[in-house]
Each structure stands twice: as structure tokens, then as C-alpha cells.
């Protein structure tokens, strides 16, 4: 998985509860992203980063937040769980933004009751 | 809209046999076309990339097509092995932080 793990691997919680997924890459690459997997969706972009403190939204943020202050963490943050949030988290990372090959690591599975 | 669909939803063949899989899309700007694989429980792991000029590429007993005109794309699988069981993912960039994933077709091989 190309030097990228991700914490904890499953996880289950109650809605309303806070949950951070953890994302740690050894590439030294610049760019990182966390999707979500989803039955009958492709993978949908949630966050992304460019940069230590530098992210931006993807097409499903909504009830997710972000942070990256170092080049090898990104964490992904459900401030309160929803039953809608139950999935598949994968993190990924990209030496460059413009198509270059994305890299994902094992994914987390959360479940929320 | 911008889609990538991918054809069968789901597959079942013999191991030994071949097969093929299709990507059609939508996508505007075009900057390139990937097929990954993603195995149960793992991450997707890239199998061939492809640009706009490019309409065949080989990795191993996988064959990627692409046809810019039709926008169509294709892998060959070539003697399958129980190890091909998994799905694929057709993957479509349309340029800066825009990737468009189909919803992959899953595979399974049989012995």
C-alpha cells in the first residue's frame, strides 16, 4: 500500500459521538485526499490537501473536516456521526495534483449505529 | 455531467479463460484514463494509465484500450487466474484534482 497506513482500521460508534480517521503516508508526497466508498458509488473525493495547513473541499465535505499539520498526517474529522456516514474511508496520496497517479492505503471501515 | 460507467456489474468466469470488461465516460477535458484494481478489504493498486494519444497499454496478462472518439475504454484480461478475483475501477481525470471513478465491476474466478 505504498507507504501509507491508515487508524484505526474499523471502527464502530454511536451517532452523534466525534471520530478522526488518521492517515500516515512515509512518501513524502505533497498531496493527500480521503474518499469515502459507498455500494452503487464510485469512490467520492471528501477533503483534500496540497499542503501542510492547505485543504480544500471535495464533492461530498459536508460533515467532514480536515487538518494536515505535518507533511505525513492527514486527519479526517466527523464532528457528529451520522447513520449516513457509515462507509468505507480511504486515504490516498499524489506526488502532483494535475492526474498524476493517486496511491491508496487499506481503508477504514466505520460503522455508526 | 461527467460519468464513467462500467460494464458487467459483475462477472463470473473459469479460471484459464479470458475476459473483458468496459469503461464507457463522459468527461470533458480528458486528460487521461485508469483502470485499477481493488481486491476485498484493500485499497484500489493502479494497473495502467493511459493519455489521449495513447490506446493500448500492457501490464502483464492485463490489456488496457482506450478509443478517444468513442470514448470507450477496455481491459483484457488474459488466462485468468483465482488471484484476478476483485474489482476493477475505471477512472477518468479531467484535469487538476478531478478524477471521476466508475463504480468498478467485480470479478470473480472460479476454479
Known amino acids: 500500500d505504498a507507504g501509507i497506513t491508515q487508524s484505526p482500521r474499523h471502527k464502530v460508534t454511536e451517532t452523534g459521538t466525534p471520530v478522526t480517521l488518521r492517515c500516515h503516508q512515509t512518501?513524502?508526497?505533497?498531496?493527500m485526499y480521503w474518499y469515502r466508498q459507498d455500494p452503487g458509488h464510485g469512490l467520492r473525493l471528501i477533503h483534500y490537501?496540497?499542503?501542510?495547513?492547505?485543504?480544500d473541499k471535495g464533492e461530498v465535505s459536508d460533515g467532514y473536516s480536515v487538518s494536515r499539520s505535518k507533511t505525513e498526517d492527514f486527519l479526517l474529522t466527523l464532528e457528529s456521526a451520522t447513520s449516513s456516514q457509515t462507509s468505507v474511508y480511504f486515504c490516498?496520496?499524489?506526488?502532483?495534483?494535475?492526474?498524476?497517479?493517486?496511491?491508496f492505503g487499506p481503508g477504514t471501515r466505520l460503522t455508526v449505529l | 455531467k461527467n460519468q464513467v460507467e462500467q460494464s458487467p456489474q459483475s462477472l463470473i468466469i473459469l479460471e484459464g479463460k479470458n475476459c473483458t470488461l468496459q469503461c464507457n465516460y463522459t468527461v470533458s477535458p480528458f486528460s487521461n484514463l485508469r483502470w485499477y484494481k481493488q481486491d476485498t478489504g484493500r485499497g484500489p493498486v493502479s494497473l495502467t494509465i493511459m493519455t489521449f494519444s495513447e490506446n493500448t497499454k500492457s501490464n502483464g496478462r492485463y490489456t488496457a484500450t482506450l478509443d478517444a472518439d468513442t470514448k470507450q475504454s477496455s481491459l483484457h484480461i488474459t488466462a485468468s487466474q483465482l488471484s484476478d478475483s476483485a474489482s476493477y475501477i475505471c477512472?477518468?481525470?479531467?484535469?487538476?484534482?478531478?478524477?471521476?471513478f466508475g463504480t468498478g465491476t467485480r470479478l470473480l474466478v472460479s476454479p
Open positions: 512518501e513524502n508526497h505533497r498531496y
Open positions: 477512472v477518468v481525470s479531467a484535469g487538476f484534482q478531478k478524477l471521476v
Open positions: 490537501s496540497y499542503g501542510v495547513k492547505d485543504t
Open positions: 490516498a496520496i499524489s506526488e502532483t495534483g494535475d492526474g498524476n497517479e493517486q496511491f
